[in-house]
């Protein structure tokens, strides 16, 4: 049996850290308090995008530990890969979940991409058992930016949109976003094959409104954040997505004036 680290006490380390629990695991949930024993075999980072850098700054773990990262979006892991020197894998699930008056609700059941990143792939053997046993099926992939990079260019679209006109997802159904939909991923399509990942218009299209109609009630992340009057993580999505364009010469307006939106409806 390992021992296993969580970091981020919300609703997907909560949910990781109980179904790990359920299977007989040694698990340390970690919140903001200082770490008492820092003896975890691995790490699982479950903040928000925008805390990772603070909060593993702060758990300072030794640097044979494997890290793996599980928030959403991508520039956390260029972060990390700067701060330490652990091993590092890069995962992300479909899962949901929910914190409630200090519990955790499973929203939805999904699966775990993931896949090994930098440093010693020692550990791989145990990353997959552990990912397989909170988030199953974990499927582990030798590149994993691709999965993380499909993530993106669908949560690109579905979250600014959704969060800026206070929708469900499934309302990007309709006739009247289909234009705005083709825009936007048109306009990613160039980035996208500048970072190796191939796509045709159709396709992504298509994987937009999958994702759309199989979620049709549900809240984005992004939208609930904005509800809640919370932080988005739209600097790790389209914010991202704006860099590379930029480093690539590239123009994304359409994408740029959703980030300044997102970024300035936030938190008010
Ligand atoms: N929830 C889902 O259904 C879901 C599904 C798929 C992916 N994700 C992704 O998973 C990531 C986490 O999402 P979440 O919904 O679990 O967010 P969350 O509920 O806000 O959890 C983040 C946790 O990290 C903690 N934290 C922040 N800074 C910290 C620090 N310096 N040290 C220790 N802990 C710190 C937060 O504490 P405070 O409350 O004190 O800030 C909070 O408990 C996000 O990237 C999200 O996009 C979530």
Not at 197 to 212: N, R
């Amino acid at each position: 049996m390992a021992k296993i680290g969580i970091l981020g006490a919300g609703a997907i380390g909560r949910l990781v850290a109980q179904r790990l629990r359920k299977a007989d695991q040694e698990v340390t949930l970690k919140g903001r308090e200082p770490v008492q024993e820092n003896d975890a075999e691995l790490w699982l980072i479950c903040t928000k995008s925008y805390q990772v850098k603070e909060a593993v700054a702060a758990l300072s773990p030794p640097c044979d530990v494997p890290l793996v990262l599980l928030c959403n979006g991508l520039g956390p892991h260029q972060t990390l890969a700067g701060l330490v020197s652990n091993p590092l894998y890069l995962g992300t699930t479909t899962y949901g979940a929910r914190k409630s008056e200090g519990a955790v609700e499973m929203t939805g059941r999904g699966q775990c991409w993931y896949g090994h990143y930098r440093g010693s792939k020692a550990q791989l053997g145990l990353v997959h058992r552990v990912l397989n046993l909170a988030l199953p099926p974990a499927q582990c992939f030798d590149n994993v930016l691709a999965p993380l990079w499909r993530k993106l260019a669908i949560n690109a679209v579905i979250n600014p949109l959704t969060a800026r006109d206070k929708v469900a997802n499934g309302a990007l159904l309709a006739d009247t976003y289909q234009a705005e939909i083709t825009a936007l991923v048109t306009e990613m399509l160039p980035v996208l094959a500048a970072e190796g990942q191939a796509f045709t218009k159709e396709a992504l299209v298509a994987q937009i409104l999958a994702v759309a109609e199989a979620t049709a009630a549900n809240t984005s992340s992004m939208l609930a954040d904005r509800l809640a009057h919370r932080r988005t993580e739209i600097d790790a999505i389209n914010g991202y997505l704006c860099q590379k364009a930029q480093m690539q010469g590239l123009s994304t307006p359409r994408h740029l004036a959703l980030w300044q939106q997102i970024t300035a409806l936030g938190e008010h």
